[in-house]
């Protein structure tokens, strides 16, 4: 079967390509991709090519499909694995798994969620990533993985008592927690989740310099509805803010008990580390580009302090799970993060600018052709586009937010890729 997928080659080489997939064995799956939403990780990975850590090293000669948030419907399944899966079940994709460094958006010549068509492998059917899910749309299981990703990381958390060496995990219950440089697509997902979850701050400072992402935020997820389930939530514009006015929005000005880094920036990491409470935990959960990254951090203040650190990377399948039930049972809301679509073709002007994107997800439907779009400019190109005009009335039924509608009528109606 043909496939149309953005591959990479090499450092900034993306190329949109028709191919011949190979014929799909006995312990593999052949699917249909529908939606991907895109990662600033595929972001580093092309700007670093074959440096980057999952990419290979012959990539220039072996290309492999990029994106790894996808989500689509089984077509076709290998006989080792119809006792578990058939043709029609939809699926989404837990990359990160426990043996290899490898990872669908990656790794994988044949596999990767900027494609219509994919050969799923072996050992991602051996590892159980490969998820079914009930959702009635594609995009609630694209972003699913990011879900897991901040869902992992709040667990990975810890804190210590005095005089002893067990460590609980997870956030302080109650306690105060802030998200630096968190204005961006992650920080949209880890905010929903954390003030759904059952493991919740009483007080979440998010902080950015980005006044316009913080409005963004501000309107999708209200400091009313965070304080329904016990959190005192505040957006702060660091641009003139410095690390007292922080601390002063503590408790007896003692600091955060957590911390989550969303921006590889030296002065946004060494902010952190000062702001640590007592027993304070410090997560690095922003991926660095920069193969070098280094910042400074007290280690006097890290041994009388108790301070300490922890940095995940993706989630792992008890996460997704977790977010596809909750997301189904209505308590995440996904739409928050969509603020662009588009279709295949948009896929290499998207990822190569994705740090100067506004907005948050950029989500792909990768069966139709479409330039990358803005929810917000749905109404003006719908002046033009009875495509978008159209959107645009479904959108507005829902407070200007994605939807299953919306992505039905689009699946519908958009010009296949």
């Known amino acids: 079967m043909k496939t149309k997928a953005v591959r990479l080659y090499g450092e900034d080489d993306l190329r949109l390509e028709e191919f011949e997939l190979p014929e799909m064995g006995e312990d593999e799956i052949l699917a249909e991709v529908i939606s991907d939403s895109l990662c600033m990780s595929s972001y580093k990975a092309t700007s670093q090519g074959a440096r980057h850590k999952r990419v290979p090293d012959d990539v220039a000669d072996n290309p492999v499909i990029i994106g790894h948030e996808f989500a689509g419907k089984i077509l076709e399944v290998g006989k080792n694995w119809k006792h578990k899966f058939k043709s029609g ?99 949209v997902a880890a905010i929903d989740y954390i003030i759904h979850t059952d493991r919740r701050p009483s007080l979440l400072v998010v902080t950015d310099i980005d006044q316009e992402r913080l409005d963004y935020l501000a309107g999708v997820i209200t400091k009313k509805e965070a304080s329904v389930n016990g959190i005192e939530l505040l957006y702060v514009n ?22 989550l880094v969303f921006a590889a920036v030296k002065p946004v990491v060494e902010q952190a580390d000062e702001l640590l409470a ?106 033009k586009d009875p495509l978008f005009n159209e959107l645009h009335k479904i959108c507005a039924k829902n407070e200007g937010l994605w939807s299953p509608a919306a992505e039905k009528y689009l699946l519908i109606n958009a010009k296949p890729i």
Not at 321 to 348: A, C, F, N, W
């Open 89 to 187: 079940d939809k699926f989404t994709v837990q990359p990160a798994m426990e043996v290899t460094m490898e990872a669908a958006g990656y790794s994988f010549r044949w596999f990767g969620g900027n494609a219509t068509h994919v050969i799923i492998p072996s050992i991602y059917l051996e590892q159980d990533c490969i998820i079914p899910f009930e959702a009635d749309s594609y995009y609630m299981s694209s972003l699913a993985e990011p879900y897991s990703c901040v869902a992992g990381t709040f667990e990975a958390h810890f804190h210590t008592k005095y005089g002893t060496y067990v460590h609980e995990m997870g956030i302080r219950n109650g306690g105060s927690m802030a998200m630096l440089g968190a204005a961006g697509p992650m920080g």
């Open 238 to 259: 660091t641009t003139d803010k410095d690390t007292n006015f922080l601390r002063s929005l503590t408790p007896d000005e003692k600091g955060y008990d957590d911390i």
């Open 278 to 383: 007592f027993d304070g935990c410090l997560n690095f959960f922003a991926g660095p580009a920069d193969i070098g990254f280094k910042a400074e951090i007290n280690f006097y203040k890290q041994h009388y302090n108790f301070t300490h650190f922890v940095a995940t990377s993706g989630g792992n399948t008890d996460d997704i799970r977790r977010s596809i039930k909750m997301m189904v049972e209505g308590s995440l809301s996904p739409q928050y993060l969509v603020s662009h679509v588009g279709g295949l073709d948009s896929v290499m002007y998207a990822t190569c600018r994705l740090p100067q994107l506004p907005g948050a997800k950029k989500l792909i439907y990768t069966q139709i052709s479409m330039p990358l779009t803005a929810i917000n400019d749905f109404e003006e190109m719908g002046k």
